[in-house]
């Protein structure tokens, strides 16, 4: 009789990032060592009124609100209307702690709510948590492909996919691809197929083709646009995001969630509340990504001979560079920097690269000498 041990239950894959460690000696033995240009981390300081804001808050002490505090939610709801001119109820509005637990999370708590659905849609060539939180809650993650333009082929999604969606997941400005996705046409597919779709907009702001949009522009019903301050205010440390727009989604979330104690911290929330009150850091942020954007853009194309075009939104490159896995090994030997494989981010990936522009100009500059070209 088989014993329990021998039953194959779940086995966590590989975290992707952790699969470049052997990259890092090839890229520390030179002078100045790695230069991390693979996970998005952000590495810019915040506003000087937030980290004020973590420190005074006086928030410490008692369990901080699940849902998020009046003031952070207010302050979210001020950013959405000054952003995008859009008006969203403060009931409307919940906090996470930081987007990745929401996005993994999601398909749990939305099959809860539908047991006749099972279905994860979402984009081909994404981040992978999207793909993740189907698989951690014994859903079909279902790829959806892109168009030549990079927003989603809809038209493509099978009907019986569609019938059994719990969700449809965009991500505009894109991780990796940098495209901007056509959010009335994700908004009218859901409302048409009775799927919520939830839209990852937390690179909004690093929006270069036209202004940032929000699928809440196309109404609240069915639609949920999640929002993070990792990369915004450069807050990945501190945990904060939030979620906003259709009331009945949202309502359920708030109240599912509260069950797990998924609560951001009480000083995180101060910290939010001044960040989402300044705009002033997001340009000074958004003038430091584009320069490194054009800098490596141009080192990298001129030293790998690869065509690399300057994305639409968001801080990577991504490039076509025959085969990702070798690029960034002969990127790590001789330029000493580590970037990421585009296979990371799903198999229609596998010959891109991507980079993170996430390392101080001088940093840049080591690797540009580096490769010559200093
Ligand atoms: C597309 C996308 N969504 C969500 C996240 C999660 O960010 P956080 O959990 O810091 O809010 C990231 C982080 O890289 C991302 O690229």
């Known amino acids: 009789m088989a014993s329990i041990t021998d039953r194959p239950g779940f086995v966590p894959p590989p975290y992707p990032y952790d699969r470049l460690d052997r990259f ?62 859009v008006t969203v109820p403060i009931a409307q509005i919940g906090a996470c702690v930081g987007t990745k637990e929401f996005v993994g999370t999601l398909p749990q708590w939305l099959r809860l709510r539908r047991p006749d659905r099972d279905t994860v849609l979402f984009p081909a060539v994404a981040y992978p948590t999207y793909e993740m939180g189907a698989i951690l809650a014994g859903c079909r993650a279902v790829p959806v492909l892109p168009n030549a333009d990079g927003s989603l082929d809809l038209a493509a999604i099978a009907p019986a996919d569609a019938d059994r969606a719990l969700v449809l997941w965009v991500n505009s400005p894109s991780n990796p691809t940098g495209a901007l996705d056509d959010l009335a046409s994700a908004a009218a597919w859901g409302r048409s197929h009775d799927v919520p779709v939830f839209s990852d907009e937390c690179y909004v702001e690093f929006t270069w083709s036209g202004r940032g949009r929000t699928i809440l522009e196309h109404g609240l019903d069915g639609l949920v646009a999640v929002h993070s301050l990792s990369k915004r205010s450069n807050l990945a440390g501190v945990r904060i995001g939030f979620y906003a727009g259709d009331g009945e989604l949202v309502h359920y979330l708030q109240e599912v969630r509260k069950h797990v104690g998924l609560m951001v911290p009480g000083p995180s929330q101060a910290a939010g509340v001044a960040a989402l009150e300044d705009d002033a850091h997001v340009a000074v942020q958004r003038d430091r990504y584009m320069r490194r954007l054009e800098r490596l853009a141009d080192v990298l194309g001129r030293w790998s001979g690869c065509d690399i075009p300057l994305p639409a939104g968001g801080f990577y490159l991504w490039f076509d560079a025959g085969d990702g896995w070798d690029f960034t090994e002969r990127l790590a030997a001789e330029g000493g920097a580590l970037v990421s494989p585009g296979d990371f981010y799903g198999a229609g990936g596998t010959q891109f690269v991507r980079v993170a522009v996430v390392q101080p100009d001088e940093r840049i500059e080591l690797v540009a000498a580096r490769l010559g070209l200093g």
């Open 24 to 85: 890092k000696p090839l890229a520390e033995r030179l002078d100045g060592g790695l230069v991390d240009l693979s996970i998005g981390t952000p590495i810019d300081p915040p506003p000087d009124a937030v980290l004020a804001a973590l420190g005074s808050s006086d928030a410490e002490r008692g369990y901080p609100a699940s849902i998020g505090s009046l003031e952070l939610r207010t302050a979210a709801q001020r950013w959405i209307g000054r952003r995008f001119d």
